[in-house]
């Protein structure tokens, strides 16, 4: 029912020298997600997780959300479409974790209507701290062209 999450020696030596570069990487992320906020801002039918005041972000990843009704497509073809153009995307939270035959089997009245509605909606899209204005353009411009919003 749990997860043996076990580090190895070799991944903790990476993660140690990793931690002085900590504050740069989430600052970059962050920066990023500004980023995409405001040239995604404008887009119908695409939300995105709120952050409460105060409270930072690693932003592991960066999920939004596609109204299927307001965007005219759904995720999945949101996805494929991003995909053929060569962006990896990813469905991370698809399918919930109560969907999962494990849970299905021991907790078979588990009914989340409100999480299916958000996972069957939800697309990571690329987050990495290398990554250039000029791919998230790129990134931006294709969910516009694709949601037939036209890239700016």
Do not use: W
């Not at 580090?7 to 140690?16: R, T, Y």
């Amino acid at each position: 029912m749990g997860l043996n999450g076990k580090m190895s020696e070799f991944s903790a030596i990476l993660c140690i020298r990793g931690i002085a570069q900590l504050e740069q990487e989430i600052s970059r992320r962050n920066e990023l997600v500004r980023t995409y906020r405001d040239q995604l801002a404008g887009v119908r039918g695409i939300g995105f997780q709120r952050i409460a005041e105060g409270d930072l972000s690693t932003y592991k990843d960066f999920t939004i959300l596609v109204d299927p009704a307001v965007a005219r497509k759904d995720r999945d073809s949101l996805a494929e479409e991003l995909r053929s153009r060569g962006i990896e995307v990813g469905k991370y939270f698809s399918p919930p974790i109560h969907k999962l035959k494990f849970f299905r089997d021991h907790f078979p009245y588990l009914m989340l209507p409100n999480t299916d509605t958000v996972a069957s909606r939800v697309l990571s899209l690329p987050m990495y701290s290398g990554l250039s204005s000029e791919h998230l353009r790129f990134v931006v411009d294709s969910i516009k062209d694709a949601l037939g919003q036209g890239a700016s």
